[in-house]
């Protein structure tokens, strides 16, 4: 596709599951950038990739957060033994080489009951 | 602490005005700004970037940035009710990380 690919678009689950979200970049894209927005609320980062490496994991609100990329596309975050406050929608990035995001994928969101 | 800080609004200008959107940023060595619209229920897109003192000018757009007083801002001549959105601003220090902080955005209407 020639955008950000999120998947899945929505997601419901119950409080204490594991949830794997992914994320396809633009072709070609080394940075990728995964960022938070709760109702109402601004960007919140989470994590950001340069190829496969991830030089800044500050945003990681917890250690039930987690990130990988690989093959320098397909990324997926991971949240385990979610929480009702993980509640948000969970966007993607991607740049070309880094820099600003550029392209933000649909978002997944995901509501923990 | 890098800082983005943005009235959240709502600003409200009648259709056919100039829309002026503010934000100010605490982080003194801030090299490049950044300006992404954001529709209701939608992901961002970004809309214009500036480096340097000054105004930038795309289309009905202008961002102006004042790195002395530490402000940026976005210029929407000619605002039409579809330009009605959150506008979020980006802030991005040289060196180290490369990820912008962003301001938790002002929400523009535009009425008809």
Redesign the interface.
Known sequence: GAGVSQSPSNKVTEKGKDVELRCDPISGHT?L?WYRQRLG???E?LI?F?GNSA??K??LPSDRFSAERTGESVSTLTIQRTQQEDSAVY?CASSLT??????????TRLSIL | QKEVEQNSGPLSVPEGAIASLNCTYSDRVSQSFFWYRQYSGKSPELIMSIYSNGDKEDGRFTAQLNKASQYVSLLIRDSQPSDSATYLCAVRTSGGSYIPTFGRGTSLIVHP
Do not use: K, T, V
């Not at chain 1, 880094?98 to 978002?107: A, I, N, R, S, V």
């Open positions: 940075a950038y609320q601004g960007l980062f950001y340069q030089p800044d500050s945003g966007l880094g820099g600003e995001p550029q392209h933000f994928g649909d978002g």
